[in-house]
């Protein structure tokens, strides 16, 4: 199909000049960035000014609470909570009561708490107040034990001074801002006494119990002018510094951008019309964007979706074919290295042995397989043959196969000369978690070395090749079962023959048998048992290699169609 120029498709118009767009544009983006830089300067710096006065607040009120005596603020606060429990928190009431506390008995404790206070306010620098209160959690009552009386203050005249038991209502927000150690404090702006911000620290008893907090209320009233200048100051530099930018960026646009983007559309208009050149991937977004402006800009925008196209096509091509390679290529490396570790294949495999040879090998189809062949001495006088194919493909048939092989040894290294009892279990293990429900063709035989006895079980695979000392290779017919993991519950049979001296017995699996040439034709057991008979009296390793090198002849070149396995054995006695 041939891919559609949306270049060609724009219409031809009156492109206007850029000079005009700059100009606002400019001054627009001037006045953007000047705003935004204006209101995060003064954010920034309002913020870190309001943090440093609330630390400083929270560092008196440290002072205090280390400072104060332990006893009397137990004493006090609990005078003040009495007079708190006790009143129907009517000012005049509150009042009063406060006026009978700080007069009665308590009256010492209560002027050493505030001679503290006093101590470290007239310490510091602020117009500071300094008060000790407790807080109750079910009512949401901050409660006022003691504040500081100013010089000429008068008790229960001066509205700012609080007796003890008074009531500060205070929500969970509000005294989490008065008493975390990090972050701004609880700011609050009053027409007395302008912006205020506080800060609480606890004070805990000689016995580690709580006896309520000291709050510092620092005036923010200076703090109030400093922004304000700052804030005109910055404006003012600001401002200024935007407008000579502006005029400055409006003429080095003027200049630099309408011929640059000119030059760009003729280039990549050739770049469009090149074929074969290589490309680097760019963002996908020419082709979603309506930039239909009417100047050179549209121009270049209709460009850059033709290109974007060829760009996305090509390179999400080359992209996810070579990454996918890559991956696939370096896990099917590994995995083949691993499988092939898991297969016997160091020949001759039993040197000490006389009385038999045998070659075997696995060739996978592609990188992994799901072939198994294994052979091992199960005693002095009994040797397990294994071979098998398992359903499926990839992956997930090389590790059913691996799990297959480990399981068919470990069972007939237990159970013994007994393949239908080694098969059984077998099946009834792989059976257990088998969600792939993959299954596994499998031909295991026990040979007693000593007799030429040999006994198999035959689930579901090709039939094998006898060899014969005086009569060459045949199919043997014997007794097939269904394959291993097909069903839970099977019956395996046994089959039997007897190896004299000389003979040979060949075990492949349907990657032989059902080779494909060109034309689609099979290799076929026809033509396996004729490579067989070429020369039968060879050694296992010569027989296996003249069968691979018929059925190399027959594929003409053709990609393997299934994993090819073969083993032989040639039994010669004693």
């Given at each position: ?14 492109f ?11 001054a627009?983006?001037g ?10 300067g ?19 009120a ?18 003040a ?16 009561a ?39 959690e079910?009512?949401?009552h ?64 000689q ?39 502006s005029?400055?960026l409006l ?77 696939v ?8 290295q ?47 043959l294994?071979i ?6 990839g ?7 691996v ?39 499998v031909?295991?035989?026990i040979l007693?070395i ?17 060899g ?39 075990l ?6 059902e080779?494909?040439?060109?034309e ?34 027959f594929?003409q ?5 299934d ?10 006695g004693?």
């Open positions: 199909m041939k891919k559609e120029n949306i270049f060609e498709k724009g219409k031809t118009r009156l206007k000049s850029l000079r005009t767009r700059i100009f606002f544009l400019t627009l983006f006045l953007v960035v000047g705003s935004s830089a204006v209101m995060i003064y954010t920034m710096y309002s913020g870190s000014t309001d943090l440093i006065y609330a630390q400083q607040a929270l560092r008196t440290q002072i205090a609470a280390a400072l104060i005596d332990k006893k009397d603020a137990q004493i006090a606060r609990d005078a909570l009495s007079v708190y429990d006790g009143t129907e928190k009517e000012v005049d009431e509150e009042k009063k406060g006026l009978v506390v700080l007069n009665g008995e308590h009256k010492e404790s209560f002027a050493n708490i505030e001679r503290t206070l006093h101590e470290v306010r007239d310490a510091t620098e602020g117009e500071d107040q300094v008060y000790y209160m407790t807080y109750d079910d009512r949401g901050m409660v006022f034990i003691v504040d500081i009386v100013d010089e000429g203050d008068k008790l229960g005249e001066n509205g700012d001074f609080f007796f003890p038991g008074t009531v500060w209502l205070v929500d969970p927000e509000t005294k989490e801002l008065l008493t975390n150690t990090e972050g701004k404090g609880y700011t609050v702006y009053s027409s007395g006494t302008g912006m205020v911000v506080s800060k609480a620290s606890p004070v805990i008893g016995n580690g119990e709580d006896l309520g907090y000291i709050g510092v209320d620092l005036m923010l009233s200076d703090v109030l002018g400093t922004k304000r200048a700052y804030l005109i100051s910055y404006c003012l530099t600001v401002g200024v510094l935007v407008l000579g930018l005029f400055l003429r080095l646009l003027s200049r630099a951008t309408v011929e640059p983007i000119k030059r760009l559309e003729e280039g990549c208009r050739d770049f469009i019309n090149r074929l074969g050149t290589e490309v680097v991937n760019a963002p996908h977004f020419f082709a979603d964007l309506d930039l239909h402006t009417g100047d050179e800009i549209e121009k270049l925008w209709l460009m850059m979706a033709d290109l974007e196209v060829n760009i996305a096509i090509s390179m999400r091509r080359i992209k996810v074919m070579t990454t996918e390679k890559e991956r290529d370096a896990e099917l490396s590994i995995a083949n691993i499988q092939s570790s898991m297969l016997p294949c160091t020949f001759p495999a039993f040197p000490d042995r006389k009385e038999f040879d045998l070659f075997a090998r696995m060739v996978p189809a592609k990188e992994v397989g799901g072939d198994l062949y294994d052979y091992f001495l199960i005693d002095e006088d009994h040797l397990a294994v098998g194919d398992v359903s499926g493909k992956i997930s048939a090389a590790l059913f196969m799990m297959t092989k480990q399981l068919l040894k470990t069972r007939t290294m237990t159970d013994g000369a007994d393949p239908v009892k080694t098969i059984t279990d077998v099946n009834s293990l792989l059976m257990e978690d088998n969600k792939a429900r993959l299954f596994v063709t031909f295991l035989g007693t000593s007799t030429g006895h040999f006994i198999y079980v035959n689930a579901g695979h090709e039939y094998p090749a006898v014969r000392r005086d009569g060459g290779f045949t199919i043997d017919k014997d007794i097939h079962s269904a394959p291993v993991a097909a069903r839970k519950k099977m019956v395996f049979k046994q089959n039997e023959m007897n190896l004299e001296p000389g003979d040979t017995l060949y492949y699996t349907d990657g032989i048998a080779a494909h040439d060109r689609g034709n099979m290799f076929g057991k026809d033509r396996l048992i004729a490579a067989l008979n070429e020369d039968p009296d060879a050694s296992p390793r010569d027989i296996d290699d003249r069968v691979r090198e018929r059925v190399r002849e594929e070149g053709t990609e393997a169609f994993d090819s396995t073969s083993l032989c054995l040639k039994y010669y004693h």
